[in-house]
């Protein structure tokens, strides 16, 4: 744990952006001390309010251990933590697999991460952008604090940066749209960014006033015009999306970058890097890629690449299927295919603007149904008879959504197969289990997997998420509840039905 020297530029930093008298922390009631870990604080239910009152800048990571995806933003966690030890920021976290009803209250359950709670406001935090690591954060908290320091700079510096640089040439710096500049460098900390009024430098790079430029060793990348309309949206999408390539290669580096593109449609290429046809195919994709810029990111992935493995099988592309175009819609997460063998420049650029005008049919795989698929205890459901089970009126059917390749949905198994025999002689109740990784489910589903989802016996569509215990005993009861709850459902609908009104309409949970 290194913590940073007392003294040092950003504890000065911090202790002198807090224009507020001193946090009160020396009131008689708080004193209490809250659980720390190396100097970060480990909230529960019970003591989050505590800290509220406590630290006037309380930063806190809301968390889910077994999450993989949530480890590097961990790691940057802590290295911002112990960068920061002493500073006006205090660091905090809590498990929101334990910590539920404090999760819940503050609306933290689905969307964990990292938020800014200030001055004791339990309500309006500020959330931090997804690190990529803790110097992330720590220019976050910086530039949030009004450290304009690394925004104004000598663009002498700049000149042989191999990084992208967003430089604002501004005239006056009083306009709100600077501000609107400036707010964007806050949200995109992981980018570098500078402001100059030097008329000088201004024309060495052929402009005039109230632009923003990217910069790569002194080149300019794009320009983009800045009016008292331009929005701190707009400046963001324009910002990331040119300062990428028009076509991004997915990599461990890129991954994050592309996944918090503000651009929500992602077309992937899979395909050989080494096979014969590979540069045709590129440039005919880079072509289409420069025509839909700023609507949808070109993504290239290397199936020759052993790394790109779980990605592949996330998509579930088999490496004899490149080359191969999906758009992604990364909003419901959707997949669309290109309709054709081949991706010439026509056929893709035809398929963006079909799919961008809401044209193009989703993509469903299902493996062939397997002979005798009904005979095991368990039954093995596939893309093709899904539905057809699961909606059946007179059995409520208990689904394992499963991956194959995965621990912990493997670990599941015996538990299926024990519930299944618990529940032989039941003629009303089919447990099944669908492998989620060959088969499409056109259904929005939560959580990952392995989920369970109860289809009860009912006339509509419906579908009930477990969140409970997985165990035997803790199944059974849920299932007997939801077959009361849908009987009793059943009836409504049965008496509505006789109402000259429209049947309610159910979504799926
Ligand atoms: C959580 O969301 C609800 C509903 O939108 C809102 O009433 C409540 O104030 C929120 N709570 C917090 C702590 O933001
Ligand atoms: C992507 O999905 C969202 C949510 O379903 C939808 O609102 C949006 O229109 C979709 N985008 C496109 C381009 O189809
Ligand atoms: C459900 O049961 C009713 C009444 O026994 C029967 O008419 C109907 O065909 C059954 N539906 C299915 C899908 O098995
Ligand atoms: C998905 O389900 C919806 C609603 O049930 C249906 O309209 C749509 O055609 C289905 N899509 C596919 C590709 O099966």
């Known amino acids: 744990m290194k913590a940073l020297q007392p003294g040092s530029s950003l504890f000065v930093l911090f202790a ?35 800290a509220l009152r406590k630290y006037q800048q309380l930063l806190v ?70 690190p990529q690591n803790s110097a992330s954060i720590v220019t976050w908290l910086k530039r949030r604090a009004g450290s304009a320091a690394d925004l104004i700079t000598d663009l002498g510096q700049l000149e042989t940066s191999e990084e992208v640089t967003v430089v604002g040439f501004f005239k006056e710096l009083d306009h709100d749209y600077v501000q609107v500049f400036y707010s964007a460098a806050i949200d995109l900390p992981d980018m570098k960014f500078a402001v100059t009024q030097n008329s000088e430098v201004i024309r060495k790079y052929g402009q005039t006033h109230d632009v923003v430029l990217l910069l ?20 963001i999408v324009f910002i990331t999306v040119f300062s990428m390539e028009p076509v991004t290669e997915y990599t461990g580096k890129t991954a994050s970058q592309i996944l918090s593109s503000p651009v929500l449609n992602h077309l992937l290429l899979f395909i050989r890097k080494s096979s014969a046809d590979f540069q045709e195919i590129y440039s005919a994709f880079t072509n289409a ?51 054709s063998d081949y991706p010439d420049e026509e056929t893709v650029k035809q398929f963006c603007q079909s799919y961008l005008d809401g044209k193009a049919k989703p ?45 912990r949905s493997q670990a599941l198994f015996p538990l299926w ?5 618990a529940l032989k002689h039941r003629e009303d109740v089919i447990i099944a289990r669908f492998d989620a990784s060959a088969n499409d489910i056109n259904m929005s589903m939560q959580g990952p997997y392995p989920t369970l989802y109860l ?54 949970v």
């Open 16 to 50: 002198a952006a807090a224009a507020a008298p001193a946090a009160p922390a020396a009131a008689a009631a708080d004193t209490q001390s809250l659980p720390e870990e190396d100097g970060v604080l480990q909230l529960t239910t019970e003591d989050f309010n505590t």
């Open 61 to 130: 990571h809301f968390y889910t251990p077994l999450y993989q995806e949530g480890l590097r933003v961990k790691a940057a966690f802590e290295g911002a933590a112990s960068e920061l030890q002493g500073s006006e920021v205090k660091f905090a976290v809590v498990d929101v697999t334990k910590e539920k009803d404090l999760a819940k209250e503050l609306n933290a359950t689905s969307s964990a991460g990292i938020r800014l709670y200030l001055d004791g406001d339990k309500y309006n935090p500020v959330p931090c952008p997804v």
């Open 216 to 235: 790569k060793k002194s080149k300019t990348i794009q320009v983009h015009k800045i009016t008292p309309l331009t929005s701190k949206e707009d400046l």
């Open 289 to 339: 890629a420069l025509a839909f810029r700023l609507k949808i990111l070109f993504v290239l992935v290397n199936v020759d690449e052993s790394r790109n493995g779980r990605l592949m099988e996330y998509f579930r592309v088999k490496d004899f299927e490149a080359p191969l175009v999906r758009m992604i819609n990364m909003t419901d997460q959707v997949t669309f295919q290109l309709p």
């Open 363 to 407: 993509k469903m795989r299902s493996e062939p149904i397997p002979e005798r698929w009904d005979e095991k205890p368990v039954k093995e459901l596939v893309g093709l008879t899904l539905e057809k089970v699961g909606f059946n009126p007179n059995k409520t059917v208990f689904v394992l959504f499963y991956v194959p390749y995965s621990q």
């Open 417 to 421: 197969e024990d519930l299944a025999k």
């Open 455 to 508: 289809f009860p016996a009912l006339c509509s569509e419906r579908m009930v998420f477990y969140t409970g215990e997985r165990k035997l005993k803790d199944l059974l009861v849920f299932l007997d509840e939801e077959m009361e709850k849908a009987k009793k459902y059943r009836v409504v609908v049965n008496m509505q039905a006789l109402l000259p009104k429209k049947l309610p309409t159910v979504s799926f």
